[in-house]
């Protein structure tokens, strides 16, 4: 089975690549080379928002990764200082994530692949990068797959849009789509950084105090691609690890920062994430491993 990677030299990419190098046949698409260790693989140099890069890089794979995507929001009031410095264009978050992903899809159709798996963001939900001063609205703890998107910033809608066109691709074509919500990838010298910088609390994060591993989330793909011919033709999965990043526990945490939302964490236990990966858990059996606390 040949599988596509795009983001193949992004740090989530190479992940990914270390959990299927053992298994598949791969391909590799990023605009600058993948890390020497994946020199074995083909390497196509590439981007996504190029309709031919897409079409070379589609040819003759049966699956795709799709980790590539622009990572915040480059339209966003606050990153214009950002903007700036790296050189980028305002619209560089809606192209690469949502033409880039349209013009993938549409090379997906045309070389026959059936199985999609994309790498979203819990962004979709609309908590994080707000523009507005209205706080993101929370109806239930732990927040899953149901709940209400209210995304204001362009990344965040770009991952919950991004959802739905892998939904239409799947409706009209039938190719097997599934799209995991990550939460705040950290590889293991983020996990070493967050246990030797630890303390206490200070405010409410809007971010909810989310994380996920990389190793994790390279798992929950790779089970995904596999399991696809058992799940639903399309489903979106919150991908995040079974706590939070904080050192207290969770429903202290609400009760010091965000009293408005005690009636609804009155059941949460220890250090349990705000947002729930039982959706993931029960569909192919993923576990989260990593770990930044020490023991």
Known sequence: MKVLITGASGKLGAYVIRALAQEYELVLMSRSRPDSEFSQFPWINGDLVSWEDCRRAVAGVDAIQHIGAQPWPTDHPAMKGRVEKEALPFDATFRSNMLGTYYLMQAAVEAGVRTVVMAGSNCALGHGFRISDTPFPIDFLPIDETHLTLP????????????????????????????????????????????????????????????????DVAGAHRLLMQAAPDLPVHDVYFLNADDTTALEPTKELVERFNLTLAPLAADLEGHQSLLSNQKLRQAVGWRHRTTWRIS
């Open 152 to 215: 204001e910033d362009s990344y965040s809608y770009t991952k919950r849009a991004g959802e739905d066109l892998l939904a239409s691709f799947s409706r009209s074509y039938g190719i097997r789509t599934y799209v995991t919500r990550i939460a705040g990838v950290c590889p293991p010298e983020r996990r070493r950084q967050m246990a030797s910088q630890a303390k206490s609390a200070a405010s409410w994060n809007p971010w909810l105090y989310c994380w996920v591993g990389s190793e």
